[in-house]
């Protein structure tokens, strides 16, 4: 074999490979995995949220909340605030008219 | 839809982009892993298959610096050697006589038997620069090698090939 015949074999170019749905099985593949990730992510989110309920004390994290809307409830001060804030906007709004 | 735009929608998470992309380029991946392999078409479309998973999980990291196809060429090599790592494959490294009994009734035939005898370099190495035409830097950016001992993979599988090939006519 000559070096001229040597290169000329070297140099010829691989078969073409027919893609044959090859590309399609792939995108379907990705396709699979991403749903598969979906789906995955939610039972995640899902059970941290059940974990949440089950082992938070929700009850005794909500109490400082409750005594504390109790508490502005019954308070005069607070009251009279939103009365004033009530009336003034109400003044406001006649005035405009 | 030129190359760069379908990169751009593959990045941005379209996968009919990336198919448009992946039936571009298949061919080259697979007939570069199909030599590699050789000739275990099965093995050859495992590997692409993978590739190709890995490079559209990584697609953002694709920067444009070289060609997409080396970019995949790339990460199939790396693949190949991963898959002969864990079977511990060696390298074959065998004297051109054990060759003696190679039947050649075809040169194309005895082209592709000769360079199932090369190392998994040397053989991605002659693909890649002639059956492929890369440019020794993007064959060397391929195969993770610095140029000069991509360029002395060329030069011994050259060695080696000739002589197959010569024992074999």
Known sequence: ?97 | MNENALLALAAAGDTAAYEALVRTHQSRLRGFLRRLARGDRALADDLAQEAILEAWRKIRQFRGEGAFSAWLARIGYRRYLMWARQRKLEPLDEDANDCAAMPSPDMKLDLEKAMARLSPPERAALTLCYAQSYTNEEAAAILALPLGTLKSHVARGREKLKALLEVAS
């Open chain 1, 1 to 97: 074999m000559t070096e001229q015949e040597f290169e000329a074999l070297l140099k010829r170019p691989l078969v073409e490979v027919a893609d044959q749905g090859f590309s399609r099985g792939i995108t379907a593949r990705i396709e699979r995995q991403a749903r598969v990730g979906i789906w995955v992510d939610w039972a995640a989110v899902f059970v941290t949220f059940v974990l949440i309920v089950l082992f938070v004390p929700l009850g005794r994290l909500a109490a400082p909340f409750e005594v504390i809307g109790i508490g502005l409830g019954l308070s005069l001060p607070f009251a009279i605030a939103c009365a004033a804030l009530a009336l003034t906007q109400a003044g406001l709004r006649w005035v405009a008219d």
